[in-house]
């Protein structure tokens, strides 16, 4: 079957720097993207990995490693804003399939 | 990136009723959409992918016949929930694949779907 694991939910104060971890199971991969969902919002894009190692995009950098189906998310500087679910998803056989979710909740 | 819209926004229906949703691609030619549903606190979990001119693929355990799907146009997908129940309430959201590649995917605003 397929799987995609994330922690449930993570806490942090602003101005601090948060990881979140994704571990996946998946037939069929081509890389791994993440998202960024606030409540009653749709998913919008935040980066995506097709090979080993880290990509930055201002404050958030994503990392990835293929031998361990490991990747994660780490989040500098954070802000209040950056308080949202963020999902791990994994682009394999035709189709995203999504990771299970981790609350960030960001206080002041 | 591209622009995808979807209507309505938010619909209450009784039990037992239909109800149809649209997906549009507002800036180009999708040929392949995206269709998941979200509960409350939990991932998003793909339905179907809809392409053009030919029938959708549906995800295992997810009902061909209740969530009919059609691609008519390479600008515009309807999925619609066919006697819904309360069950179905939902957030239902879709997705273009855009130009670019594998990596890139574009995401409706979603339909908030409520079932009394």
């Known amino acids: 079957g397929q799987s995609l694991e994330q922690p449930s939910e993570v806490t942090a104060v602003e101005g601090a720097i948060v990881q979140i971890n994704c571990t996946y199971q998946?037939?069929?991969?081509?890389?791994l993207s993440w998202y960024q969902q606030h409540d009653g919002g749709a998913p919008t894009f935040l980066s995506y990995n097709a090979l080993d190692g880290l990509e930055e995009t201002g404050r958030f950098s994503s990392f990835l490693s293929r031998s361990d189906s490991y990747g994660y998310l780490l989040l500098q500087e954070l802000q209040m804003k950056d308080s949202a679910s963020y999902f791990c998803a994994v682009h394999g056989n035709d189709k995203l399939i999504f990771g299970t979710g981790t609350r960030l909740q960001v206080f002041p | 990136g591209a622009v995808v819209s979807q209507h309505p926004s938010r619909v209450i229906c009784k039990s037992g009723t239909s109800v149809k949703i649209e997906c549009r691609s507002l800036?180009?030619?999708?040929?392949?959409m995206f269709w998941y549903r979200q509960f409350p606190k939990q991932s998003l979990m793909l339905m179907a992918t809809s392409n053009e001119g030919s029938k959708a693929t549906y995800e295992q355990g997810v009902e061909k016949d209740k969530f009919l799907i059609n691609h008519a146009s390479l600008t515009l997908s309807t999925l619609t929930v066919t006697s819904a129940h309360p069950e179905d309430s939902s957030f239902y959201i879709c997705?273009?694949?855009?130009?670019?590649?594998?990596?890139?995917?574009?995401f409706g605003p979603g339909t908030r779907l409520l079932v009394l």
């Open positions: 800036d180009f030619q999708a040929t392949t």
């Open positions: 997705s273009v694949r855009g130009r670019g590649g594998q990596e890139t995917q574009y």
């Open positions: 998946t037939s069929g991969f081509y890389g």
